[in-house]
Nanobody, 124 residues
Framework: QVQLVESGGGLVQPGGSLRLSCAAS????????IGWFRQAPGKEREEISC????????YYAASMKGRFTISGDNAENTVYLQMHSLKPEDTAVYFC?????????????????WGRGTQVTVSS
């Protein structure tokens, strides 16, 4: 059974950093790309980044480049999202999702397994 579990969220001050984890089970990262998404209250879900462990490629949404870094640990079957210089507008529930294929799809419809999310709150 495919399962994704996010962790690492919490309350952080503006300018701070957090590292989110997405622990995958029921499959190996080599067979499915993993994406990170977020959804703020009253806003649509937006994609942050995606990683294909099979091909060693990463993708970042244009607005997310520079402050977010995605990485994967195949031995731990876990994908990470390192976030720096956090702003109050980064406050959201952060989700990871597994794609249907080994490559990063062009839209969220290409992801079919989702975690429950972890809350990130950026506030002083």
């Amino acid at each position: 059974q495919v399962q994704l579990v996010e962790s690492g969220g919490g309350l952080v001050q503006p300018g701070g950093s957090l590292r989110l984890s997405c622990a995958a089970s029921g499959f190996t990262l080599a067979y499915r790309a993993i994406g990170w998404f977020r959804q703020a209250p009253g806003k649509e879900r937006e994609e942050i980044s995606c990683i294909s462990s099979r091909y060693g490629t990463t993708y970042y949404a244009a607005s997310m480049k520079g402050r977010f870094t995605i990485s994967g640990d195949n031995a731990e079957n876990t994908v990470y999202l390192q976030m720096h210089s956090l702003k109050p507008e980064d406050t959201a529930v952060y989700f990871c999702a597994a794609a249907r294929n080994t490559y990063c799809p062009g839209s969220s419809s290409g992801f079919d397994s989702w975690g429950r999310g972890t809350q990130v709150t950026v506030s002083s």
